[in-house]
C-alpha cells in the first residue's frame, strides 16, 4: 500500500545504546522530515532532507544522525540514546518544500524509551 | 528564532459547543496550516491558507490567515466526540524556508 511507514512502532532502550528509527514512503517525495513531539513542545524538527544525499539540521539535532541514500527512506540514528531523548519520533514526507504549503504527510510515529 | 504561540493548551467542551483556537507569532509567514492528530497516529492536514486575510472552510472546520500575516485562527462549529485530538498550527515561511509548528491544542469533547 501507499504511504509513510515508521518501524519500529515502539522501542525501550538503554542509555548509551544506539538505536536506528526506519522511516520508508512509496510516494517518491523529495522532501523527508524527522520530528520530536514531546509536551509542551508540540513538533520539532530534528533533520530534514530535500532529495537523496541531501540533508540539514533542524531545530534539536544534537545527539542524532540521518542519511538518505534512497529517496524512499530517511533512518534516523541516535549514536548514544539518552534519557532526554525519551520521545515520540515522527518521519513526514512531501513533494515540495514544508514551508510552501506542501501538506506533510506523516507517519505514525514510533515511540522511544530510553531508559 | 521564529516561534509560534497557539492557544489555549487545553480545552474541554460539550459537545455541540464551537471550539475557537489560534496561534500567533512576532514573525510573518506565508502559508499557515493546521493539522489534527488523532491518539496514536501522525498529524494530518486539514486546512491550508496562503494569502493574507484568506478564510477557508472545510465542514464544519473554518480558518483565517490573519491579515498581518503574524497570526491564525481555527473554528470548529457544533463539536462532536470524534473532534477529540490535538490540533496544531504551523506556520511556514519562505524566507527561512522553514516550517514551525505550535505547541498544539488539546481538545476533549464530552458527549
Known amino acids: 500500500d501507499a504511504g509513510i511507514t515508521q518501524s519500529p512502532r515502539y522501542k525501550i532502550t538503554e542509555t548509551g545504546r544506539q538505536v536506528t528509527l526506519m522511516c520508508h514512503q512509496t510516494w517518491s517525495h523529495s522532501y523527508m522530515f524527522w520530528y520530536r513531539q514531546d509536551l509542551g513542545h508540540g513538533l520539532r524538527l530534528i533533520y530534514y532532507?530535500?532529495?537523496?544525499?541531501?540533508?540539514d539540521k533542524g531545530e534539536v539535532p544534537d545527539g542524532y544522525v540521518v542519511s538518505r541514500s534512497k529517496t524512499e527512506n530517511f533512518p534516523l540514528t541516535l549514536e548514544s540514546a539518552t534519557r532526554s531523548q525519551t520521545s515520540v519520533y515522527f518521519c513526514?514526507?512531501?513533494?515540495?518544500?514544508?514551508?510552501?504549503?506542501?501538506?506533510?504527510?506523516f507517519g505514525n510515529g514510533t515511540r522511544l524509551t530510553v531508559t | 528564532g521564529q516561534q509560534l504561540n497557539q492557544s489555549p493548551q487545553s480545552m474541554f467542551i460539550q459537545e455541540g459547543e464551537d471550539v475557537s483556537m489560534n496561534c500567533t507569532s512576532s514573525?510573518?509567514?506565508?502559508?499557515w496550516l493546521w493539522y489534527k492528530q488523532d491518539p496514536g497516529e501522525g498529524p494530518v492536514l486539514l486546512i491550508a491558507?496562503?494569502?493574507?486575510?484568506e478564510l477557508t472552510s472545510n465542514g464544519r472546520l473554518t480558518a483565517q490567515f490573519g491579515i498581518t500575516r503574524k497570526d491564525s485562527f481555527l473554528n470548529i462549529s457544533a463539536s462532536i466526540p470524534s473532534d477529540v485530538g490535538i490540533y496544531f498550527c504551523?506556520?511556514?515561511?519562505?524566507?527561512?524556508?522553514?516550517?514551525?509548528f505550535g505547541q498544539g491544542t488539546t481538545l476533549q469533547v464530552k458527549p
Open positions: 532532507s530535500a532529495a537523496a544525499d541531501i540533508t
Open positions: 504551523a506556520g511556514g515561511s519562505s524566507n527561512t524556508g522553514k516550517l514551525i
Open positions: 513526514a514526507s512531501t513533494e515540495r518544500g514544508g514551508y510552501s504549503g506542501s501538506p506533510l504527510h
Open positions: 491558507l496562503y494569502k493574507a486575510g
Open positions: 514573525s510573518i509567514f506565508n502559508t
